[in-house]
């Protein structure tokens, strides 16, 4: 459940000193928009903050202030080669570098719960991640999600059991308790990244238990950046084991004996293609949610996956809404996602994040990803896959950032040609841990 940036790729050759460190093959912009617009909106966003308008501005202000941080900073994680390895890219660093924006004070304490105001304290972004969650959900061909229902699912789950349980033996020899294993580094490694995992776990987190949203979601991140700089690392290891022990993996190729399966699209008509109604068909799922969740103890955002995962195996939506359903979330993860980010990151609490630096931590975050990947790829054995390309896709995909994660991981291991297999995991295996989470929080919160 885990969200990347496509922006189109120009001709420049990525040659040279410069190229090693900045990839120059993107446009220059910001994410498209053109570099005069960027600075208007930033000139006219300082203004508005130094004037002490702000609250007059309202949400146009807000978001004016939120895109000028936010794609300021994600421009530059999906640019400088190190951080987009490291952290992901450009959502991570748009969240760690509104941290720092606040932390430096070059932003008021006023208007930093202003904006927090606009986009999180009036459920703005349950509207985002419901559209997020259910497109993703419903973006997977039919036929592929049943048969990852059927087989993909059991090293997904096997990579989960071991995780788990690789991390809670390591927490006892560290002195970490069990609960705070399971819900403050298991689940925000295993959930998908940060968009479709950590965000709406957040929410989940703050319904269960009462706590706050923003301080679980400012740790989970830092816990899932550094997971995902252990994937990677392990990932290249996979590589190297491959070419050595050649009986252990498919060169790419996931399946044995048999022909892979790819996430497509169906083919449609552009012309009917329809974000207005795809907007209209999310409000109904988040609704639905909302209400199921009134007499269920589920929380609302697992009932949106559940009910997207079932208007896809009833095929009840029409290849003309999933394209609309893709369009509205590819827009609104542009133009929306990186506020909620730095909306979160605005009070990101820096101790707790260089606290995680401790040994005994890293030792439970390498432990819970090696366990993905050992899990997945031993179950990948007992169900005819290849076990290395198992340990990629259901373990290590699972464990990284989100869908540029997926990217960096199988780039590690020579294995992009797995992506599709990847999306599975972020999407479905994402979603799955969501619906457990709802548990865990209530058992060990």
Not at 246 to 263: I, N, T
Not at 315 to 339: E, I, Y
Not at 386 to 405: F, I, K, N, R, V
Request: hydrophobic share 55%; aromatic share 12%.
């Amino acid at each position: 459940m885990k969200p990347a940036s496509e922006m189109p790729e120009t001709t420049t050759p990525n040659t040279g000193f410069w190229s090693r460190i900045v990839d120059t093959r993107k446009p220059f912009d910001i994410e498209g928009i053109p570099l005069w617009l960027y600075a208007l909106n930033t000139v006219l966003a300082v203004g508005i903050l130094a004037l002490g308008q702000l609250p007059v501005a309202g949400v146009a202000g807000a978001f004016s202030v939120l895109w000028a941080i936010g794609l300021f900073f994600f421009a530059i994680g999906e640019r400088v080669r190190i951080l987009k390895a490291l952290l992901g890219g450009g959502l991570v660093v748009a969240w760690a570098g509104a941290a720092f924006f606040a932390r430096w004070g070059l932003i008021g304490p006023e208007d930093v719960e202003y904006l927090q105001a606009q986009i999180i304290d009036n459920r703005f972004l349950y509207f985002v991640l419901a559209a997020l969650v259910s497109s993703s959900v419903l973006s997977v061909e039919t036929a592929v999600l049943k048969r990852a229902l059927a087989s993909y699912a059991p090293i997904v789950l096997g990579g989960l059991i071991l995780a788990a349980a690789f991390g809670l033996f390591t927490g006892t020899l560290v002195g970490i308790p069990a609960d705070r294993v399971v819900t403050m580094f298991f689940l925000p490694i295993m959930g998908g990244g940060a968009g479709g995992g950590a965000l709406p776990m957040s929410e989940v987190y703050a319904d269960v238990t009462g706590g706050s949203a923003l301080d679980y979601f400012n740790y989970a991140i830092g816990v899932l950046t550094l997971g995902n700089i252990t994937a990677i690392l392990i990932a290249a290891l996979i590589y190297q084991i491959g070419t050595r022990f050649r009986y252990l993996s498919g060169d790419g190729k996931l399946v044995r004996g048999e022909e892979q399966f790819s996430v497509g699209t169906e083919a449609v008509d552009e012309a009917k293609v329809n974000t207005h109604s795809a907007m209209i068909f999310v409000v109904c799922v988040l609704l639905a949610g909302i209400t199921l969740a009134t007499f269920t103890p589920l929380h609302f955002f697992a009932w949106v996956t559940i009910i997207a995962v079932v208007l896809n195996l009833t095929r009840a939506v029409s290849p003309v809404m999933r394209a609309s359903l893709r369009r509205l979330s590819a827009w609104g993860l542009r133009a929306f996602l990186v506020t909620i980010l730095v909306a979160f990151g605005l009070t990101a609490d820096f101790d707790v994040i260089f606290g995680l630096l401790a040994p005994g931590n890293l030792l439970v975050i390498v432990s819970i990803v090696t366990g993905a990947a050992l899990g997945a790829g031993i179950t990948s054995h007992f169900v005819k896959l290849y076990p290395l390309e198992g340990a990629l896709t259901g373990g290590l995909c699972m464990a990284d950032a989100g869908g540029s994660g997926d990217l960096q991981v199988l780039s590690a291991a020579r294995r992009i040609v797995l992506y599709p297999y990847s999306q599975l995991s972020s999407r479905v295996g994402g979603a799955f841990v969501l619906i457990l989470a709802n548990y865990l929080f209530a058992v060990f919160v």
